[in-house]
């Protein structure tokens, strides 16, 4: 069968309090619709039809070729939500899966245990449930005396007795598309204006078919966002599913309750992180890394063997056993090479730094391309900016950059030249050559291994 996703995204989530869109809050680095439109597309292995309302024009940017968005204007409801897609899904599916952008936690296997139960079912609808003391609002599943769903009753419309029921209408709804298109047509407006999809196992029952209601094996799943108070409690129940399946891939978390990963982060065996470490983006750990404490690598790709304390690193390379900090600062287009070591209080940005180079703490690099081998001496500072434009600073191999060297780029160092403490160099040097003072000025040549 052909399985097409309605993708519900149309409400102001007022309750957020909010300028913003509900949906696109960020959960865990991602806005809440982005999980929602990943599990529809595993399951159905299409795009879905994403209905926006309220912000409709950032909720269509967020999803840009993700989804295809429809607008709901007025908005009169689930119902009439979900009429909006006719046009467009008419004829292209079998089945029709509705689920929400504020459900984050929602797995694509139980959206396919929902899927496949429906394929199996003769009936029009398959419903998600949810088994849970705390109703969170949601209305309450109706059952009669053999276990046939009957009805959804809202909470505000429920009477004392079908208030203490335990199964809960969680709105995931899978369909048969020949009953699904007419019987939207036929769903009563509410006292308040608008159209419920609930209304539709009440229309399916009085035609006598059947409705199957399956209770998701993991109510967490089932959490919608409807606070901000729901945003955290979803990020703490995805962090620390996170940080479990590492752990049992090989990682080791010191303190997996100050660790924070990202869904999109990847991680190599026999990796440690300490506490108080922030992993996010895209970021990619090799294997036997040490990580913290008090680190945060965003969209890092870092080797094996590396360590990284109490320092911050975005968008940076580290190739194989790498040292950097504690304290350091590595900015987007810094690559270290093969065993480089960053001490305490430095700062790279989009530069190269070749193998074995040795970086003193309290310097900054930035747009420059170093050898192998260099030595960088304390409060080395390449000067790259001239008010107009950054300049180059090109280093060669086995340099020797005394401590409080100032490189006023551009310039450029030949192989195995060395610069005096405090020099201010402000031309070219040739190799095998020491300069020094302000500005600097050769004072001989180097001999072979000096």
Known sequence: MKISAIILAAGQGTRMRSSQPKVLHPLMGKPLIEYALQAARHVTGQQPVVIVGHGADQVRQAVGEAGTCLLQEPQLGTGHAVMQAEAALS?????????????PLLSTGTLQRLIDLQQQHNGPITMLTLLADDPRGFGRVVRDASGRVQAIVEEAQ????????????????????EWLWPALARIPLSPKGEYYLTDLVGIAVAEGLSVQAVPASDPAELIGINTRQHLAEAGDLLRRHINRAWMLAGVTLIDPATTYIEPEVLIGQDTVIWPNTTLRGRTVIGENCTLGPNSILVDAQVGSQCTVIASMLEKAVLEDRVDVGPFAHLRKGAHLANDVHMGNFGEVKNSYLGPGTKMGHFSYIGDATIGEEVNIGAGTITCNFDGERKNPTNIGDHVFIGSDT?????????????????????????????????????????????
């Open 406 to 450: 100032m490189l006023v780029a551009p310039v450029t160092l030949g192989d195995r030249a060395r610069t005096g403490a405090g020099a201010v160099v402000t031309k070219n040097v040739q190799p095998d050559t020491l300069v020094v003072g302000v500005p600097a000025r050769a004072i001989r040549r180097l001999k072979k291994n000096e």
């Open 158 to 177: 429920a009477t004392i007795e079908q208030l203490t029921i335990r199964e809960l209408n969680s709105g995931v709804y899978c369909f048969r598309v």
């Open 91 to 103: 004829g292209q599916a079998d089945l029709v899966l509705v689920t929400y952008a504020d459900m």
